[in-house]
Structure formats: structure tokens, C-alpha cells
């Protein structure tokens, strides 16, 4: 394996043509991005925002997009490096008389890896998504849940270096969901680099180190989710024991909320420092000192809701 990137766009473009008209949809619109090995990246978006389109263009099934988009350090759309991705998408249909087992044996042998190997590796990955007492029995008997566990292991067992994710918690019960989670922090841990669709916030909060937010084919907003969800500048302090009440009153000349035990205010360090020195010396102990944070629905549907991006 060399030091490329697993998957790296360049002022990515799309537009769609609709019938014998010039104008089409604008898909994506010069987007940039790159992801680095072993990352776990969350790609979210509101309905229509390109997240679709931009994994067709990464995996070589749309036509029509211009600036670059590289996997591995190869253009997307190059056989050699289509062989080293693993990919899920949304709504997928196994073929229903195939038996869980016999799927990952055809996905597997799609991507080039033989019976023998994979006899010993698909017990592995039936256990991994919980699915090997109905390994025998065909797909059109599973549930959309086992579909997608299934489907999440097919798209994992000749083992890639970088896999797509479209939604894979979908219609999965919270207990699957936990294995899922645990898959995905297990391929982080390998090294493989992992492109997460999810409109589940708190699963990407989760489990994602970067993210970005895309809409209407433009990125919006991308970063750490520390840097995402940077904080508010509410200060909160929580105090061992009530404040007294003279100290109480200089406090709210300060423009300090003051409510039992818990004091809050706007401020950046040099203010939080002289609300610790007028606390200190007025003889009160003090138990936690937090910055409030956004979460990132909070951030996702204030940048979406303003974004006024227009085409
Ligand atoms: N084959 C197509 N022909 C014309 N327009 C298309 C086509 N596929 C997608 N689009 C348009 O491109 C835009 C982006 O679609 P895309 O499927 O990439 O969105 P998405 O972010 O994946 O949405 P969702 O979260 O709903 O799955 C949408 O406005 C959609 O209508």
C-alpha cells in the first residue's frame, strides 16, 4: 500500500442533463475534499444535496462531472483502484434466492478474492453483523434489517482499504446498530478509511473524526466535529455551595445568570478568569467550569437553513 490518499476531489463538478435541454441540475459544484487513511469521514446533507452523486462520481458510475476525484492517488474511475473499495449503498437489493452465506461469497469472489480465502473469512463477518443462525436461509426471508446487516457485510469481506457507507444503519434495531458502530470502529482501527451517508446525526457524531456538510452540490461547512460543533461562548460554573447573597447581587450587575448553584454567562478567558478570582476570594469553591456546545443538528439545520446557496 503507498501513502495516497484513499480518496482525494478537486473542484468536483455535475450537472445532470435533463432531456435535449443545455441547462440541466447543477449536482455538485466545485467541491473539494480529501479524506486520509483510517479516517472515519460523515458526509451529511439535507434531500438533494449531492451525496449520492458524489459517491456515483467516486465509484465510476456517473458520467459527465468534471475536475478531478482521485481514489488512492488514481483517477475514480480506474478498474485498480475500484478493487480496493467496499461499498453499501442505500436501499440496495441482494439477490433474493441467494442464501446470506452464498452473498458474501459472490460479492467476495466479485472482487477478487477466491472460494478458499473466503470460506474462512465469511464466518468472520457473518458473526461481526450478528447474522450466522441465518446464514442458510435466503435473503427473500430476511428482514429489511438482516438485508442490510447482511448487505453491510457484503460490501466488507474481501476486506478493502476504503469502503462507502450509504445509510447503514438503516432499518437496523438499536442493538445492531451498537454492532454496527463496533464494525466501523474496528475498520478505523485496521486502517481502513471509511465514507459514512447518514442522516442519523448522533450515529455520525458518534463515529465520525471529519464531516461535511453539503448542500445544494456545495460544501457548506467542513471540519473536525470539535470544530464543527465549536462552542457557544456560554460559560457555565457550577459551585459546591450557593453563592452569598451580596456576591449574588455584584454577579448580576455582571450581567451573570445566577440559578441555586449554577452560574452562567457570555464570555471569552480573560472574563471567565475574573468570575474565578471574584468567586475565589469571596471564599466559594468551585466544582465544574464548562463551555456550552452546540450539537451538530443545531449546526446542520442553521447552516442548511441559511445557507441561501442558490443555482
Ligand atoms: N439521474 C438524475 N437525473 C437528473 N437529476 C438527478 C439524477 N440523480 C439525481 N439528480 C438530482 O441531483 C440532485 C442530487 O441528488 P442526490 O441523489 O445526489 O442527492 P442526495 O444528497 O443523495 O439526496 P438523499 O439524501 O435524498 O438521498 C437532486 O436534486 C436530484 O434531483
Not at 451529511?44 to 452523486?53: D, I, R
Not at 469481506?157 to 437496523?172: M, N, S
Request: charged share 30%; glycine share 10%; with cysteine.
Amino acid at each position: 500500500m503507498n501513502n495516497e490518499s484513499p480518496l482525494r476531489v478537486e473542484n468536483l463538478s455535475m450537472r445532470y442533463r435533463r432531456g435535449l435541454l443545455r441547462h440541466g441540475h447543477q449536482a455538485l459544484d466545485s467541491v473539494s475534499l480529501e479524506v486520509g487513511r483510517g479516517q472515519v469521514f460523515g458526509l451529511l446533507g439535507p434531500n438533494g444535496a449531492g451525496k449520492t452523486t458524489l459517491i456515483k462520481v467516486l465509484l465510476g458510475l456517473a458520467v459527465g462531472w468534471s475536475g478531478r476525484a482521485e481514489l488512492f492517488g488514481e483517477p475514480a474511475n480506474h478498474r485498480a483502484a475500484r478493487n480496493r473499495v467496499g461499498y453499501l449503498p442505500e436501499s440496495h437489493r441482494l439477490p433474493p434466492y441467494l442464501t446470506g452465506r452464498k452473498t458474501l461469497e459472490l460479492f467476495g469472489m466479485m472482487c477478487g478474492r477466491d472460494r478458499r480465502w473466503l470460506r474462512e473469512r465469511i464466518p468472520v463477518w457473518l458473526e461481526k453483523v450478528d447474522m450466522t443462525r441465518d446464514a442458510d436461509r435466503k435473503i427473500r426471508e430476511y428482514s429489511k434489517g438482516m438485508q442490510q446487516r447482511v448487505g453491510l457485510a457484503a460490501a466488507l469481506v474481501h476486506e478493502p482499504d476504503l469502503v462507502f457507507l450509504d445509510e447503514p444503519t438503516d432499518g437496523v434495531d438499536p442493538v445492531g446498530r451498537a454492532a454496527i458502530r463496533e464494525v466501523i470502529a474496528e475498520l478505523r482501527q485496521r486502517g481502513t478509511t471509511v465514507f459514512l451517508n447518514s442522516h442519523l446525526l448522533l450515529e455520525v457524531e458518534r463515529m465520525c473524526d471529519q464531516i461535511v456538510i453539503l448542500d445544494k452540490g456545495r460544501i457548506l461547512k467542513q471540519g473536525s466535529l470539535e470544530q464543527l460543533t465549536n462552542d457557544t461562548g456560554t460559560v457555565r460554573v457550577v459551585l459546591a455551595s450557593e453563592p452569598p447573597p451580596d456576591l449574588r447581587v455584584r454577579l448580576a450587575e455582571r450581567e451573570l445568570s445566577v440559578d441555586g448553584l449554577g452560574l452562567e454567562f457570555l464570555g471569552e478567558q480573560p472574563e471567565v478568569d475574573l468570575v474565578v478570582d471574584q468567586l475565589r476570594a469571596a471564599g466559594c469553591s468551585i466544582r465544574s467550569i464548562e463551555r456550552e456546545k452546540n450539537d451538530l443538528e443545531d449546526v446542520f439545520i442553521d447552516l442548511v437553513q441559511g445557507s441561501g446557496v442558490k443555482q
